[in-house]
């Protein structure tokens, strides 16, 4: 019995090393659906998204927005502010960088800001200024909701800007731009995905019941995604479930989900146990 415990304690010990790795969103797009793609922006405006995670003190990895109408290639900045104060107007900027995009009306564009270990407050807005007029532009879901308290504009009036909420100018659909947060500043792999709104989704007991392009995770009972394109994979192929799948170079011949729990792991560790119990001990 002494060999039993020994693996219970190992395999433990494997399935609790990957951290909590969020994504925040307050829009309904799933893979697949259609957005519309705003193109009355100007150069200096943006479209932001207020976002409020479980706690303070989780750290920024990455921004992930949709942009399209035109696959014309651009420079937007991407903005980070601290919104605990609840107003039309954020408070202290935490981070601004500038990323090259390239239009798509389908493909989500992807800003890793994971090594300025942006440490955020409990509610934040996260913004995407153009530095250009019209398209390629920011998208809005067409679930025919809004928050009305989510979605703002920072938009230009006269030779200042101001900043507005997206229903007060008349737009209806949330902005499809989605902040991925971590318990630590160096992550290791995707974890469950965290809908910030009244959206479907979140808890499930069946692939079924996830919007498209997740997948229910049993362990932690809700949906969740490994990847988005087949460069999130590392060499293997991204499903329709956001899972990746098939074999690489470099695997062994095992093809699993990077630091993720893996149901054929938990029934190889069951079967080893099976064996460990029945086998006769050695006098």
């Avoid at 609790?16 to 200096?44: I, P, R, W, Y």
């Amino acid at each position: 019995m002494m060999r039993v415990a020994c693996v219970i304690t190992l395999w433990l010990a494997l399935t609790s090393v990957a951290h909590a790795q969020l994504e925040l969103k307050n829009d309904g797009f799933s893979s697949g659906g259609q957005g519309a793609f705003e193109g009355g922006f100007v150069t200096g405006e943006a479209a932001a998204s207020r976002f409020v995670a479980p706690s303070a003190g989780l750290y920024l990895q990455k921004v992930v927005f949709l942009c399209g109408g035109s696959t014309a290639t651009k420079v937007v900045s991407v903005r980070v502010w601290d919104d605990t104060a609840g107003t039309d107007d954020p408070g202290t900027q935490l981070t601004v960088n500038q990323f090259q995009i390239t239009g798509s009306d389908s493909g989500f564009q992807v800003a890793d800001i994971s090594g300025q270990n942006i440490v955020l407050p409990a509610q934040f807005r996260v913004g995407i200024e153009f530095t250009y007029d019209g398209l390629p532009s920011a998208a809005r879901d067409n679930d025919g909701t809004i928050a009305a308290d989510r979605n703002f504009i920072h938009a230009k009036s006269g030779t200042s800007y101001v900043w507005i909420r997206s229903a007060t100018a008349g737009l209806t659909g949330d902005w499809i731009l989605r902040a991925q947060v971590s318990d630590t500043s160096s992550p290791t792999t995707d974890a469950g995905v965290m809908l910030d709104a009244a959206t479907t989704g979140g808890a499930c007991a069946g692939n079924a019941q996830c919007p498209t392009g997740q997948y229910c995770d049993l362990t932690a009972m809700t949906c969740t995604y490994d990847c988005r394109t087949e460069a999130d994979c590392g060499g293997r192929t991204c499903n329709s479930l956001g899972q990746c799948v098939g074999l690489n170079n470099d695997d062994g011949g095992c093809a699993c989900r990077s630091g993720r729990d893996s149901p054929l792991g938990l029934v190889l560790g069951l079967a080893i146990l099976f064996v460990l119990v029945r086998r006769p001990e050695t006098r």
